[in-house]
């Protein structure tokens, strides 16, 4: 007797309706987020080549805080150290939740999101740094730059085109994100941490052992868990190490799983409820509205920008660099595992999701302003930089998908059709009864 035929692996395949349903949950609130950046971004740059542009620098520069524990701290530093850190801890949340019951649980669905990250993060540096090679490492200090995907501007720009992209697109999109998160927080932590005290970052375990211990027996009350969480982040920061990376060692120390079975959400999932509108439409907006207010200047300004390596390095790295990593990356998890792509999907398809990779904003930004330092020349030039390359993805990523808009919206019709009206599409259930 012929031992049976053995299936062919298939690559953006559709996942669960649990998953699915989460996934959409998750990119509708990222979505919102991700147009108020894009507004918050657009008045910051406007206000600060107005008129006004002085009130935008005064603002911009004045310092609060207490000086006794180094946090007098300009707006823009709160929203990039203190603001930011609640992204991250979202982050972390999300990270975790991936690791521990997500996709990147199995290692072959990981495979292809990990490697995609990787490459395109991998590619666009190595395009930095080959065009930064003759400046010199002044210039070379800025190349994890161009590495960054911000899901949220990407999927602000999906609102915007108003595509449909399918239920395997989008969570193909987010957990490369994921990745791409996890990458640049270490990035951050190793490559951009200039001075480093081992007395605070060891007195910061104190805090987050107590944090974890209380979330570990699913404590929720906000007046135990903040003032550690903010002990937390103060002690990081006292340290020299980036202070958002507290942000994401918060989140990886709350349980994902239930301790109780049955339905209901565990305590990770909860905490991404509560604060995933406060990351997405206060923190990362107004870090945005600091961040990119850049000073453009007239024609002879601009060109001197785009004459500097940095700012092209980075041009090139997010437009060029990000599509060949990540759909190469792609294809090499194909050739070698022998997969195909899931029916109805083709490889532009993946080329247009490479290209919304491309668009790096509120990382990149941050990396700039530690590479180049906060308010110097070519931390200007990184702002448009960021700010050209982004915007070239954005529109090319804009051809691509709405060439394909068509295809997506019958394959949308089929996802969301549920003749049986049981709340669980019918194509979902035909998956699980195959399965």
């Known amino acids: 007797m012929a031992p049976p035929a053995r299936s062919t692996p298939s690559l953006l395949a559709r996942r669960s ?11 509708r609130a990222e979505t919102v987020g991700g147009i108020l950046l894009v507004a918050a ?84 540096a190595l395009i930095y740094a080959s065009i930064n090679a003759a400046a010199g490492p002044d210039a070379l200090v800025g190349w994890a730059i161009p590495t960054a995907t911000d899901i949220a501007f990407a999927l602000a720009v999906l609102a915007v085109i108003s595509t449909h992209l399918p239920s395997a697109l989008r ?45 570990q027996r699913r404590v929720r009350s906000w007046w135990l868990l903040l003032p550690l969480a903010a002990a937390t982040w ?25 301790r109780s079975p049955g339905p209901g959400p565990g305590l990770a999932e909860h905490f991404e409820h509560r604060f995933r509108p406060l990351s997405s439409a206060v923190a990362v907006p107004i870090f945005a509205f600091f961040a990119a207010g850049v000073t453009v200047g007239g024609a002879a300004e601009l060109g001197a920008s785009l ?22 990356s792609t294809w090499l998890v194909q050739r070698f595992t022998r997969a195909r792509l899931a029916d109805d999907l083709g490889w532009t398809d993946v080329l247009g999701l490479a290209l919304l990779a491309g668009i790096g904003f509120t990382v990149s930004l941050l990396i700039g302003e530690l590479a180049f330092g906060e308010g110097s020349v070519r931390d200007e030039h990184v702002k448009i930089g960021v700010l050209l390359g982004s915007l070239l993805s954005a529109l090319l990523a804009t051809v ?3 060439v394909r ?7 949308c019709v089929e996802e969301e059709r549920d003749t049986d009206a049981d709340g669980v599409p019918d194509v979902y259930e035909t998956d699980q009864d195959r399965a």
């Open 17 to 27: 309706w649990p998953e699915v349903r989460r996934i959409g949950d998750i990119l």
């Open 41 to 124: 971004a657009a008045v910051g740059l406007v206000w600060a080549n107005s008129p006004w542009g002085e009130a935008y620098r005064w603002l911009a520069d004045l310092r609060v805080g207490p000086a006794a524990w180094h946090l007098d701290l300009t707006l823009h530093a709160w929203a990039a150290d203190g603001l930011l850190a609640i992204f991250f801890f979202v982050a972390g949340l999300e990270l975790k939740r991936e690791f521990v019951a997500g996709d990147l649980r199995d290692p072959r669905r990981a495979a292809l999101p990990v490697a995609a990250a990787v490459g395109g993060m991998a590619v666009p």
């Open 171 to 215: 969570t193909f999109l987010l957990t490369l994100a994921v990745v791409d998160d996890l990458l640049a927080i270490t990035i951050i932590a190793v490559f951009y941490t200039e001075t480093f005290d081992w007395g605070p970052l060891a007195l910061a375990l104190i805090p987050l052992g107590l944090f974890a211990v209380l979330v």
């Open 234 to 258: 103060v002690l990081v920061h006292e340290s020299g190490v980036h202070a958002t990376v507290a942000g994401v060692l918060l989140g990886f120390a709350v349980p994902v799983i239930r």
């Open 307 to 328: 004459g500097d390596s940095v700012t092209l390095g980075i041009i090139v790295g997010l437009v060029v660099g990000k599509p060949v990593g990540v759909l190469g």
């Open 400 to 402: 691509v998908l709405r």
């Open 405 to 411: 808009n068509r295809r997506y919206r019958r394959i």
